[in-house]
């Protein structure tokens, strides 16, 4: 376990953050987008609105926190609508929790929070060895974060009062073997079944519409030709990557900061240590953690009798699996990869010593230090070029910050022109032509195809009141304004320009009219006369095996009365048809083994607890008036 650890760095630094958040957090640093003291409401709780500018830098906040933990990710999945709108469940979800938490009087004491924080592994691991908390890494950790330890304290304070409130759900809930055993056995019940469809598409040649019926049809349906909304745009764009082409550092100042940063262009000092590990958990009872001290204690008092057989002694004795069979070496490692009581033993020993009995969350080590590496600090030649990159990089995110902000302040007190921001920031104005409301997939990647700006291009304040939108993040780093230059409002297109179109969708409709008719005809005329009926050969379906037929047909021959069989059905195909099914046979679930009928029955429990869960919420969601106003986000 101790090698693994010290081998998988960043999968336990991801587990330590999921382990500290192990909910959504709603607060955090601001981006450098101003909000606003009004704006667009996306949902509202309670009576109290949710704006934009709040998801927004909920959003932003959630985002910054995944690509923190996994950098590899794909960022285009942050910015995608699902993940938009999931971050707006959470927070309604949140709000709604809190709410719901307040009205039920639910509180968390200093004592419940206390154990709260005392069980947790990662915070643990912060204790000094007399069991006091290393603040001072406590606020360090906090802080790559965005948390100072007061607001993650009442984060977790507010995380476990409104846990409270759907907790108790999940500890009432019951459902007896017997149920789940009926449930599931109608559940995974199969019907031997034939079908006869009809085809809407094997009746459009029977259709020819007149020019009446297709006048008809199009005065009757003239929202469905409707021209999109259209707007030429100007537009400006500030981004991290144009400033950094303009940033230049002189000489005398990468000296300056080659000075600053001299420790951490400094290689860190190495160690390869060797050890022995006898395991003892902390969970183990005193007698046994005392046994593995004393055998630990045994072992040590060889080694300093005789040093030379610490490689033979950790391949006989020591129960670290990853080192044992080689002799217990580690290899080296730096400060940061071992936990806290074995890196200030190893870091503490020379060359060849062997340390006293350390203690530790695995167990009891003895160290011997075989090897030391001393870091090498580079020259200012050496270390010039990444210097430079380094400094333009630090230099453009300052400059990018105040331009940002002066960026955000300009379109939106000079609402009326892109001018001054561009004067002012030396950008240029581009210019778009006929830009839609909805994302254009060939344009993939450019401005006017990202959703959040065309959701603020097409507003009341942007056509109607001719003012620029607000300052849109549309990536890390990246920002925009946009002003609308032309509009052209959605119109009525019309008749001889969509003609086709009309023909197609009064061919179709009268098509699925006439397969819906011969459906139903013979539905009834093979009920009296089965006989007659023109079926496929019969199958045996059930939910696990759909024989390549609709999830429609399917469902409706599992839920048909069989109490009289055959039993015959018609089934509604929505644009591709009809169907008529018969059901000839109900055949019981196969006999399963007594593990998987454990398994069904607990996750048969599982749902059960997940169904209340969800009719109790939604519950809360009436009950406090929790709605998502948004229609796209």
Do not use: C
């Amino acid at each position: 376990m101790f090698d693994f650890v010290r081998k998988h760095t960043k999968i336990m630094q991801f587990l330590l953050f999921l382990l500290i958040f192990p909910s959504f957090v709603l607060f955090g640093l601001e981006g450098y987008s101003r909000m606003r003291e009004k704006g667009t409401v996306v949902a509202s709780v309670n009576g109290v609105d949710i704006l934009q500018s709040e998801l927004d830098n909920a959003h932003k906040i959630q985002v910054d926190r995944m690509r923190a933990s996994m950098p590899n990710l794909d960022a285009k999945l942050f910015d995608s609508s699902i993940a938009k709108q999931a971050t707006l469940d959470r927070l309604v979800r949140e709000r709604l929790l809190q709410v719901a938490a307040q009205k039920m009087h639910l509180s968390v004491s200093d004592q419940r929070l206390a154990n709260e924080l005392q069980q947790n592994p990662s915070i643990a691991a912060l204790r000094r060895p007399d069991g006091s908390l290393d603040l001072e890494r406590y606020r360090q950790l906090l802080s790559t974060q965005g948390f100072t330890p007061e607001s993650f304290e009442a984060q977790v304070r507010s995380d476990l009062s409104t846990r409270q409130v759907m907790a108790g759900l999940g500890i009432t809930s019951f459902a007896t073997p017997a149920l789940a055993d009926v449930t599931l056995n109608a559940f995974y019940e199969k019907r031997q079944i034939q079908v006869a469809k009809f085809a809407a598409s094997d009746f459009t040649a029977q259709i020819k519409p007149t020019d009446t019926e297709l006048e008809d049809y199009y005065k009757a349906n003239s929202d469905k030709f409707k021209s999109l909304e259209r707007a030429d745009v100007d537009f400006l764009i500030l981004d991290l990557a144009s400033i950094q082409k303009t940033v230049t550092v002189a000489e005398a100042d990468l000296k300056t900061f080659y000075e600053q940063n001299l420790a951490r262009l400094a290689n860190l000092e190495e160690r390869r240590a060797s050890h022995i590990l006898i395991n003892a958990d902390k969970a183990m009872p005193a007698t046994e953690r005392d046994k593995a001290r004393s055998k630990a204690q045994e072992i040590l008092s060889t080694l300093k009798q005789s040093p030379e057989k610490f490689a033979e002694l950790a391949k006989k004795f020591s129960q670290d699996t990853g080192s044992a069979n080689k002799g217990g070496d580690l290899d080296f490692f730096a400060r940061g990869a071992m936990v806290k009581p074995f890196e200030e033993a190893a870091f503490a020993l020379k060359k060849g010593e062997i340390s006293e009995v350390v203690e530790s969350e695995f167990g009891f080590h003895i160290i011997r230090v075989t090897d030391i590496k001393q870091p090498k600090q580079k020259t200012f030649e050496e270390s010039r070029a990444s210097l430079e990159v380094d400094a333009k990089r630090q230099l453009a995110q300052r400059k990018f910050a105040e331009a940002a902000e002066q960026f955000t302040n300009l379109v939106y007190e000079q609402s009326d022109s892109l001018k001054p921001a561009a004067e002012k920031l030396k950008l240029e104005i581009q210019h778009a032509k006929g830009v839609g409301t909805e994302p254009v997939p060939a344009a993939s990647g450019t401005a006017m195809n990202n959703p959040k700006l065309l959701a603020a291009i097409f507003t009341a304040d942007t056509i109607e009141k001719k003012r620029n939108t607000e300052a849109i993040e549309l990536a890390p780093n990246v920002l925009a304004s946009a002003r609308i230059a032309n509009y052209e409002p959605a119109r009525v297109m019309p008749l001889s320009d969509v003609k086709e179109k009309v023909r197609e969708q009064v061919v179709a409709k009268k098509a699925l009219e006439l397969a819906k008719k011969e459906g139903q005809n013979n539905l009834d005329q093979w009920k009296n006369a089965p006989d007659k009926a023109k079926l496929t050969a019969s199958v045996v379906v059930s939910r696990e095996q759909k024989q390549q037929l609709s999830d429609a047909i399917v469902e409706a021959a599992l839920r048909a009365n069989t109490q009289t069989l055959p039993a015959w059905l018609g089934v509604d195909l929505g644009s591709s048809g009809y169907a008529v099914v018969k059901v000839e046979k109900v055949l019981p679930r196969e006999t399963v083994d007594t593990q998987q009928q454990a398994r069904e029955r607990q996750q048969y429990m599982q749902w059960w607890a997940g169904a209340e869960e969800t009719s109790y919420y939604r519950w809360l969601k009436d009950k406090f008036k929790a709605e998502i106003k948004a229609s796209r986000l």
